[in-house]
């Protein structure tokens, strides 16, 4: 028995400790993880029975650098806390810990519980100071091989990537032969869909307006499977923002070769272990252009870093992304006295304000402005300045479509395409196997099932999506889009165009907008700086806090059009129409428009009362005017109406009537002779199986013509018999709107107007 060995030491368990670094070792290094488990007979040798020795191995595959993530460590340190353990055997030092503090954790510990330290060197007793300092000499050299064996390692490697030949995973859409050369993957999609990604944020300008037209599109993009190859090394997910975003911003896909682009971190109070973190392209380590295959240039990469960096954050100079805000100029817009850009801030409407220096400084503010105004002038120039440039933009706008039209239908068909091979696959593997083993065929079975109805489902996607957005332009499609481009305002105040498409629009000509709202009282000075360099200076007038107290001049202005051949409801009609709205923002109604012409001396030939005058200026008369112009009375008048002789038109509450009497009517109600398909009231009634309330009631429908005719000293009601009552009503209807709309008071007595 050794000398150090005590009863004591027997009487407790033995350990032996068991790790290898990386599980390639543990495959690989089999005579080490030999040499290991033989510390047990070793442990036997030294007196411990071969029930008191534990072997911990669940550290296998794990580095040495740190305990965390150590479970076999971690008990070892507590067995040995708990007095339990008698000796500890390992084959070197450099299996316990490759890190000072831990290792002399265990150091501290076990000279406290008397533990004994074993190796293949000898057995050490940590509370004896000459076997303590050799096993602290011990740890230090294992930490420190540690860092020789690393910096021999990244030595080597970072010397092969400088010269670009270290190999390192490829991003989608690249792959490596053998022979070690870098390819575009042989699959046709796989390239379609990442130029595609690419082609689209050129023509967005942000990853998640990208993010977006995937969605839109129902498309997919691809994803690779670390380890696989062939076919299977790819599989397709739906888009998120982090795989269109490490698309962009990989510098593999513009033929670059570089490493360094990450760093490691060190652990702090955030961090608990270290992390990597993305670097500044003028502090990577290796930069290397044009050695792989390039889906696009070095330069456009560059300016679509550049374009990410000004979306990212709302501190970092340029415009940024393009947003639905109503503001136009957001982005745009900078402080003329100090040069920063100047917020948008959404109240009830949205203002440019220079906030910046009295948020960070708290300097007093700069100016600030509504937006409106100044959107409106800036728009008025842009529009001015793209006259002579339409017809060109309408044929570049027709390339476009075409290109994307074509480009989308090669997606869809490449996935189509995808989705049949996987079918015929699983039709493959279904036909391999015997019939009688159902256990198998049942699932192949089921998985062929599944991939037909993948292919169902995108063939019936794709069948709809080449009636809709995939149908080629006709002639007539190439016509409107030629019109609407070169009648450029009419599209820019199109429903259908959104704030972000007019954005756009305005940044392909427009670099910067400075604003000074100081220098002249009342007046903001707009100075428009183009992309050509150029620089146009417009004076926009400052709005005042009681504009929105008048009424806008176009409105006035519409109203005097409209007020002599149209009536106050109509003409509430054509303001709602054309979205005007009161200055309360509220919408037109007859009696708001009567009060405003009324209070602005606008004079109306349509009047709501009739005041000494009997012709409106729509054509219309008043009830005197039509009893005077037919022969009869006010209150025979009043009858014909409720009965929908005549077309009334009346507005709500105690207001008169006013008729339209058309040559047409008067010969209906003025007539001399008997005219073909018209019997008297009472005999159509026999004729035509109704009562004559029915009939009046046909009559105040608009579903039955009716006349009035004088026989001898009287005058009969006479209606139409004949099967042709849908001219009538057709007839009714270019006359106006029935007077069945008109309260009636129902009645049967023909009598009543003989």
Avoid at 76 to 87: E, K, N, R, W, Y
Avoid at 287 to 312: C, D
Avoid at 515 to 526: A, F, M, N, Q, R
Avoid at 687 to 692: I, M, W
Wanted: charged residues 25%; aromatic residues 8%; glycine residues 6%.
């Amino acid at each position: 028995m050794h000398s150090k060995i005590t009863p004591d030491h027997l009487a407790r368990q033995a350990i032996v400790y068991v790790r290898q670094s990386t599980l390639k070792q543990v495959l690989e290094n089999t005579e080490s993880t030999e040499r290991q488990y033989a510390l047990v007979d070793k442990a036997i040798v030294l007196g411990w029975p071969r029930a008191q020795v534990i072997v911990i191995d669940e550290d296998q595959g794990h580095s040495a650098v740190t305990a965390v993530g150590r479970s076999g460590f971690q008990q070892l340190v507590s067995a040995i806390g708990l007095g339990q353990i008698g000796i500890v055997l390992a084959l070197e030092i450099s299996r316990f810990a490759r890190s000072q503090s831990d290792w002399y954790h265990v150091l501290e510990l076990a000279a406290i519980f008397h533990t004994l330290i074993a190796d293949e060197d000898g057995v050490y007793d940590p509370q004896d100071h000459n076997d303590r300092l050799l096993l602290g000499l011990k740890g230090t050299i294992s930490e420190a091989e540690l860092w020789s064996i690393r910096a021999r390692l990244q030595g080597g490697k970072w010397n092969k990537a400088r010269k670009g030949e270290l190999a390192w995973s490829l991003p989608i859409g690249l792959v490596r032969e053998p022979d070690g050369r870098v390819r575009f993957d042989p699959d046709q999609q796989v390239q379609t869909t990442i130029r595609t990604i690419l082609t689209q944020f050129r023509t967005l300008g942000s990853a998640s307006a990208v993010l977006r037209y995937f969605r839109q599109q129902d498309l997919r993009v691809p994803r690779s499977v670390l380890g696989a190859d062939g076919p299977a090394h790819v599989i397709w997910k739906t888009p998120t923002y982090e795989a269109i975003y490490l698309i962009l911003t990989n510098p593999t896909y513009a033929g670059a070769y570089a490493y360094g682009r990450r760093k490691s971190v060190p652990a702090d109070q955030t961090h608990t272990v270290p992390a990597r973190r993305r670097t500044p392209q003028e502090e990577w380590t290796v930069l290397i252009p044009e050695v792989f295959p390039a889906y696009l240039s070095w330069t456009e990469y560059l300016e679509n870093q550049t374009r990410l960096a000004t979306n990212r954050s709302r501190f970092m100079p340029g415009p940024g992304a393009v947003r639905q805000g109503e503001a136009l100029l957001t982005g745009l817009v900078v402080c003329a006295r100090c040069g920063r850009h100047l917020a948008t801030i959404y109240n009830t409407d949205p203002w440019y304000t220079c906030l910046r220096a009295k948020r960070r400084y708290g300097e007093p503010q700069c100016q600030s402005c509504k937006a409106a105004p100044i959107d409106r002038a800036v728009t008025e120039l842009f529009l001015q300045a793209t006259q002579p440039a339409q017809v060109e933009a309408a044929l570049q706008a027709l390339d476009q479509l075409e290109q994307e039209r074509q480009h989308l239908d090669q997606l869809w068909q490449q996935r189509v395409e995808r989705a049949r091979y996987e079918a015929e696959r699983a039709q493959r593997q279904f036909d391999r196997v015997e019939p009688e083993h159902r256990l198998v065929a049942r699932e192949l079975e089921n998985r062929w099932n599944v991939a037909l109805a993948e292919v169902q489902r995108l063939e019936r996607s794709y069948a709809q999506a080449q009636q809709e957005q995939l149908a080629p332009l006709t002639e007539n499609d190439r016509l409107l889009i030629r019109r609407s481009l070169t009648e450029l305002p009419q599209l820019w105040y199109a429903e259908t165009t959104t704030m972000a498409d007019r954005k756009r629009l305005i940044r392909c000509l427009i670099r910067e907008v400075a604003l000074d709202g100081i220098s002249e009282p009342g007046t903001i000075i707009v100075h428009v700086c183009w992309h050509t360099g150029a620089t146009t200076t417009v004076r926009v007038r400052r709005p005042r806090s009681t504009d929105g107290l008048t009424t806008d001049a176009a409105i006035l202005e519409q109203m005097r059009a409209l007020a002599p051949t149209h009536s106050d409801d109509q003409i509430a009609e054509v303001l709602n129409a054309q979205h005007f709205t009161t200055r309360w923002g509220k919408p037109w109604t007859y009696q708001r428009v009567h009060n405003l012409r009324v209070r602005n001396h606008i004079p109306s030939a349509c009047p709501i009362v009739p005041r000494g005058q009997d012709t409106r200026g729509d054509g219309l008369i008043s009830v005197s005017a039509a009893a005077h112009l037919l022969g009869v009375s006010r209150a025979t008048i009043d009858g014909w109406v409720r009965h929908g002789i005549l077309f009334a038109q009346q507005m709500p509450g105690k207001n008169p009537y006013w008729l339209r009497v058309s040559p047409d009517d008067m010969a209906r109600l003025t007539a001399q002779s008997p005219e073909p398909g018209f019997e008297r009231l009472r005999a159509a009634t026999k004729t035509l199986g109704r009562t004559e309330a029915q009939l009046w009631e046909e009559v105040r429908a608009g579903r039955r013509a009716i006349r009035r005719m004088r026989r001898e000293q009287h005058w009969e009601w006479q209606v139409d018999v004949s099967a042709a009552e849908n001219q009538y009503v057709l007839q009714n209807q270019q006359r106006g709107t029935p007077a069945s709309a008109i309260t009636l008071y129902p009645t049967t007595l023909e009598e009543q107007y003989e």
